[in-house]
């Protein structure tokens, strides 16, 4: 497991608890404003006012608006990893098939896309537009991980598979199901084109593709019979 990032030097460490918890308020304050428009949008001085401090308390803790969001994109980064390879470790999934095992992980990312979409959102926007290479590695380091635990249930199972190409179809898989995750949750307004599906009906029908792109049979339900 990769370590988690180290804090930039802009991060200032707290000095006494009031303080720390005041850089938990200023961090919540700007998850809040990043959860209803693009970090372009959000200033220092909102962030503090909305914080219940000053701007010069904002600095004291934090010496950039990109150091406060270094932080609590890492901190997220490290909950979610350890949600996810948690809940994929294989000793909870002995003896489950594929089906299962890609619903299961397809309905726990569709609930994090959904209860953490500002977040979310603002690292998919700047893992497409950033300059910074450092925070592309970043992204993909993690995206390896979070993928790597299915990948790993899945591989594991390849007797299941019929795909003629198991390896590539899990990675295409799994490539095709996230981006549908993330555009129509983080993206809505780019697919407005598209019927909108609920949660559970989206986990289903990703569940169902990917499952039947691995070529595993699905069970047919019974037909009801007409009454005469």
């Known amino acids: 497991m990769a370590p ?8 200032h460490p707290p000095k006494q608890a009031r303080s720390g918890a005041t850089k938990e308020r ?3 304050a700007a998850l809040e404003l990043l959860d209803r428009k693009p ?6 001085a909102e962030i503090a006012r909305r914080a219940g401090v000053s701007v010069g308390g904002f600095y004291a803790r934090f010496a950039s608006l990109d150091a406060l969001v270094f932080t609590f994109e890492n901190d997220f980064f490290e909950r979610l990893l350890g949600e996810v ?4 470790d294989p000793g909870r999934w002995e003896g ?15 609930t994090a896309f959904r209860r953490h979409r500002g977040r ?34 899945l591989r594991a199972r390849r007797d299941e598979i019929a795909h003629p190409d198991p390896e590539g179809a899990i990675d295409l898989g799994l490539t095709m199901v996230s981006a549908a995750m993330r555009e129509t ?26 499952v039947a792109f691995l070529g595993i049979p699905t069970r047919a339900r019974p037909t009801r019979r007409r009454r005469t």
């Open 120 to 153: 979310m959102r603002q690292v998919a926007l700047r893992s497409r537009r950033a300059a910074d290479p450092a925070f592309r590695e970043r992204v993909n380091a993690v995206n390896l991980r979070l993928h790597g635990a299915l990948r790993a249930l």
């Open 185 to 210: 949750i983080l993206f809505p307004e780019m697919c407005r084109h598209l019927n909108s599906f609920p949660d559970d009906a989206l986990v289903r029908e990703l569940t169902r593709a990917y």
């Open 85 to 88: 390879e948690g809940a994929l």
């Open 96 to 110: 489950r098939r594929i089906p299962e095992i890609v619903e299961a992980y397809i309905r726990m990312a569709v």
């Open 39 to 44: 970090l372009s949008e959000v200033g220092v």
């Open 4 to 11: 988690a990032t180290p804090a930039p030097p802009g991060v």
């Open 26 to 28: 200023i961090v919540e």
